[in-house]
């Protein structure tokens, strides 16, 4: 008897008739409209659309960085509704991984520094963060750099470092936002190849958020 290919997928987020509306003074704007949407564990999801088309509000609601107007969005099966925004932040800390276009590296802090920042938050113990900290840090090739300040470095070594941050919860989902996007041709493809292998043998849910077609052909 053949097995269904889909039969053990197991969704990590849903999205349910998820609508977010803006109130600018006396007109409600609806950037998303009833959104339906289902990624499961272990695929490799792109969000492709124009600038101003809604991306970064429905990224927002995929990674649980802000709550719908209408409809409901659930995490590993969890309404995030039911939760206070102190469990909130502590199941998104450990379930996703965030790689922003910006980088958003703290300039005051270390290469090691900036990785480990999000471990303080679930209580990791010193010692374990400094060691999962430089371990990322020398697998992405950035072991001599581990010292130097985000001016210091290279774009594609600073938006590594954000990919080792994003990965220091040892989280199942990748959320990236457009992480190729302030990136020379060749860092950018340097990237997108760290993604695919975070996909294929760590597998990781990985959901890039991009505008750029070149990366969906990837």
């Known amino acids: 008897m053949k097995k269904n290919k889909h039969q053990h997928k197991k969704p990590v987020i849903q999205l349910k008739n998820v609508w977010k509306t803006y109130q600018m003074g006396k007109i409600s704007l609806d950037v998303l409209k009833g959104v339906n949407l289902e990624i499961n564990k272990g695929e490799f999801v792109v969000i ?3 600038s101003g088309s809604g991306k970064s509000t429905l990224m927002n609601q995929v990674g649980v960085l802000d709550t719908p107007t209408k409809g409901r969005i659930y995490l590993d099966n969890i309404d995030i509704s039911t939760l206070s925004e102190s469990d909130l932040a502590q199941l998104r800390g450990k379930k996703v991984g965030f790689v922003f276009q910006q980088f958003n590296l703290i300039p005051t802090l270390s290469a090691l520094e900036n990785v480990i920042l999000p471990t303080i938050f679930q209580n990791m113990p ?69 993604l695919a292998q975070l996909h294929t043998e760590e597998k990781k849910t990985v959901i890039l958020v991009t505008h750029d077609t070149d990366l969906v052909k990837y």
Not at 131 to 136: Q, T, V, Y
């Open 48 to 50: 492709v659309g124009p």
């Open 126 to 194: 010193e010692e374990e963060r400094l060691e999962r900290g430089k371990k990322l840090l020398t697998t992405f090739g950035l072991g001599d750099r581990i010292d130097h300040k985000p001016n210091e470095l290279s774009g594609g070594q600073q938006q590594r470092v954000a990919i080792a941050r994003a990965l220091v919860n040892n989280p199942e989902i990748i959320l990236a936002d457009e992480p190729t996007g302030n990136l020379d041709s060749k860092s950018g493809k340097q990237v997108m190849a760290m």
